[in-house]
DNA sequence: GAGCACTGC
């Protein structure tokens, strides 16, 4: 920002909206410098609410911050409104435009959810008094509302990184605001990374890291030095509750919990903590049953509402209906009672909470890179976490919350959630990373690095997908699939698929497996719903019976009741069908070719079951007929078939979809495979001079000799000749 | 014969 620059600038907001200015008017004839528009009569009002939030009392002291410094972390706790405010603040005080004006630029916030860069949008653009997607926009996977006009843009944590992948320098940014940057997902760790270079190239860019007040020190020592400023949060107080003793089953102490908060404490809803949707069903039916078996007890009237994200959207709108009121006038108060997954620790608010109840777990991922599984299991929480949960009592009143463990185990609990780099399989972030030009993953500047096993693991299965050579380097092939928002396994069947004369179908399997369970299954008409399921079934797999429940779907979607009659999710299989179309436009985007093999060919089934293994060939498993399991191919995990899947036999060779750690080891959404695909299709893989020995495994016996009788065949046809 | 924390492209 040159002097230059600043003199061209002719109306600044930051003028417009200053206290003495804005008290001398009443009338609203001030033009909105954003459109040029009279602003209209709500315009002040807001800004009236706005100055009361905290981050205002330190305006002046951050955008001299800015100003003085490229890169700033800022620090704050909820309701402190720097989600809203501080974008603002930054379109204030820099200049958008380039100075021979050739160039506009502008500011990006992002968010680690979908749900959050939309309405946080929606709600600064109304700030500005400006139209949603012209000045403010938001940009999400399936939805870019934004335009040439858009000056502040907000968007996921994801898109930006998507965004960079064509524009490595953001140029289109003068300002990137990473916010909620403690939740440490994959996606803002890469970026941070990834930005630290961007600044070193780009001297006109600034960086705003905005987080929560954990590990501030940490964010400054990363970003070498980095200015640090605290904005206070607004929250009242809350009262935190241990047990004496460690609890040796903690559902039931959250219900006997939920019951004496009920009967004895002052009006005010409470929040539970629970793992999962059946935890979260069953405790419902529990704390119903108890509240209906009090007999003559003058008890309030209650309302539980269980809450997790695969529930639908109209069903999580009920968290946000009033507490029932007494049943006689006079009686006892009622009260709202939400049982919720982690969902209400960071993505969903719920106002009026005054009682939480913590057990103190979470299921959690985990990523073993020696086995190469990712699983969820139920895990002890942080104390961050832990924090942040007895915190949601706290937001419109004082609050209590009620840790369902001793003060001693809080105090044993890790103070921070393991950052996700540090828990997932970096196959698919690293071919991400290629894409975008770094060379040396190995020295990648994380601010938590990887575990090495983890990184060399992800190296190699890029290398054995043909993704990265044997020198490391990005292939023709690997760009390819780098361009598909997917797994690389599945982005390399759906690059090869055309190959075998069946991407239409790849395409539409890829899809079903991204989206969530289409299956649906209620506790009362299991049966029904399982038989709904079987009519879909293929014997040769669980990829193919998804084929066709897609086939289904396209030719009954206008018909409502075929939803219902079939057990299938609606808005699951609308879902696949906008991916399907989104990796549809960048297959054309690529040239290539939609086509299929004829239906009635015996190949179809078969080509499809090729194309889908040249891309799952690193998760196939062996059926042990001695041993009665399944063995996985060079990992040697013993398995079983998930108990979903349709076939109806035990095939001798199967790839999977997913390894499901539960009560057993799991293999889940699996097809049925033959031994000579595995040695044509993948044969650098299933290179037995290099295989680790299990003397055990009769898959290697199998497959040695298929490849002895191979080497015989060849030769003898040589001898004819 | 079992389950699906939460995100995201």
Not at 427 to 434: A, D, I, V
Request: hydrophobic letters at 35%.
């Amino acid at each position: 920002m040159g002097t230059e620059c600043k003199r061209k600038r002719k109306v600044s907001l930051f003028d417009v909206v200053d206290e003495r200015v804005t008290a001398k008017v009443k009338t609203s004839t001030i033009i909105n410098p954003w459109n040029g528009r009279p602003y209209s009569q709500g315009f002040h009002e807001i800004l009236e609410k706005r100055k009361t939030l905290p981050v205002w009392h330190q305006k002046h002291e951050f955008l001299k911050a800015l100003k003085e410094n490229q890169t700033l972390i800022l620090v704050g706790d909820t309701g402190s409104g720097k989600t809203t405010q501080i974008p603002q603040f930054v379109l204030e005080a820099v200049e958008l435009e380039s100075c021979d004006r050739t160039k506009k630029y502008m500011v990006g916030c992002t968010q680690p959810r979908r749900m959050a860069a939309m309405s946080v949008s929606r709600r600064v653009a109304e700030e500005m008094d400006v139209a949603i997607g012209e000045e403010v926009g938001y940009s999400i996977r399936f939805e870019d509302v934004s335009s040439t006009k858009t000056v502040l843009k907000y968007l996921t944590d994801g898109m930006l990184l998507r965004e960079a992948m064509t524009d490595p320098l953001l140029e289109r940014y003068k300002v990137i605001i990473l916010d909620e940057a403690h939740e440490r997902t994959l996606a803002t760790d890469v970026l941070f990374g990834l930005l630290k270079e961007v600044l070193k190239n780009r001297s006109d860019l600034k960086l705003v890291v905005m987080s929560a007040t954990l590990e501030a020190e940490k964010f400054q020592g990363y970003f070498s030095g980095a200015p640090l400023m605290e904005v206070p949060g607004r929250l009242h107080p809350v009262d935190i509750f241990y047990t004496q003793e460690p609890e040796r089953d903690y559902l039931e102490a959250a219900i006997r919990t939920v019951v004496q908060i009920h009967l004895s404490e002052p009006p005010g809803d409470i929040l539970v903590f629970l793992t999962g949707e059946e935890e979260i069903e069953d405790a419902c039916r529990k704390i119903t049953k108890e509240f209906g078996n009090m007999g003559d007890r003058p008890v309030g009237p209650v309302k539980v509402i269980p809450l997790y994200s695969t529930l639908p959207p109209a069903m999580q709108q009920k968290i946000f209906e009033p507490a029932p009121p007494p049943v006689t006038e006079g009686g006892p108060p009622g009260r709202k009672i939400v049982i919720s997954t982690n969902i209400a620790e960071t993505s969903l608010t719920i106002d009026g909470i005054v009682y939480v109840i913590d057990p103190g777990f979470a299921k959690q991922k985990l990523y073993n890179p020696r086995v190469r599984v990712e699983s969820l299991l139920v895990s002890p929480i942080s104390k961050a976490s832990a924090n942040q949960r007895s915190g949601r009592a706290g937001r419109t009143q004082p609050g209590k919350c009620f840790r369902l463990y001793t003060e001693t185990s809080y105090n044993d609990l890790e103070p921070q959630t393991r950052p996700e780099i540090e828990r997932s399989n970096l196959t698919n972030t690293f071919l991400t990373l290629k894409k975008l030009g770094i060379d040396d993953l190995v020295h990648f500047d994380f601010m938590d690095p990887p575990a090495p096993e983890t990184l060399m693991r992800a190296l190699e299965e890029l290398n054995y997908l043909g993704a990265l050579d044997d020198e490391g380097n990005l292939t023709k092939l690997g760009e390819i699939m780098s361009e598909f928002p997917l797994d690389p396994q599945m982005a390399k069947m759906l690059v090869v698929s055309p190959e075998f004369n069946c991407s239409n179908e790849i395409l539409s399997v890829s899809a079903m497996l991204s989206v969530p369970n289409c299956f649906v299954r209620p506790r009362e008409a299991q049966k029904a719903a399982d038989e709904a399921k079987a009519r879909f079934g293929h014997i040769d797999g669980d990829h193919l019976t998804l084929l066709n429940v897609y086939h289904a779907y396209k030719q009954n979607n206008e018909d409502p009741s075929w939803y219902y009659d079939n057990f299938v999710n609606h808005r699951a299989l609308k879902s696949a069908d906008n991916v399907r179309q989104q990796l549809a436009r960048i297959m054309a985007r690529l040239n290539l070719k939609l086509v299929s093999t004829d239906f009635n060919s015996r190949d179809y089934y078969i080509n499809i079951r090729k194309a889908m293994l040249a891309g799952y060939f690193m998760q196939v498993a062996h059926w042990e007929r001695t041993k009665g399991h399944y063995l996985t191919v060079k990992d040697n995990q013993v398995v079983h078939l998930h108990p979903s899947n349709c076939l109806d036999h035990k095939p001798e060779w199967v790839f999977y979809n997913e390894f499901v750690l539960t009560t057993r080891k799991f293999i889940r959404t699996v097809t049925c495979i033959r031994s000579e695909w595995i040695v044509d299709i993948a044969p650098h893989y299933y290179d037995l001079e290099n295989f680790p020995s299990c003397e055990d495994s009769e898959a290697i016996r199998v497959l040695k000799k298929l490849y002895r009788k191979r080497e015989k065949d060849k030769v003898e046809s040589k001898s004819r000749r």
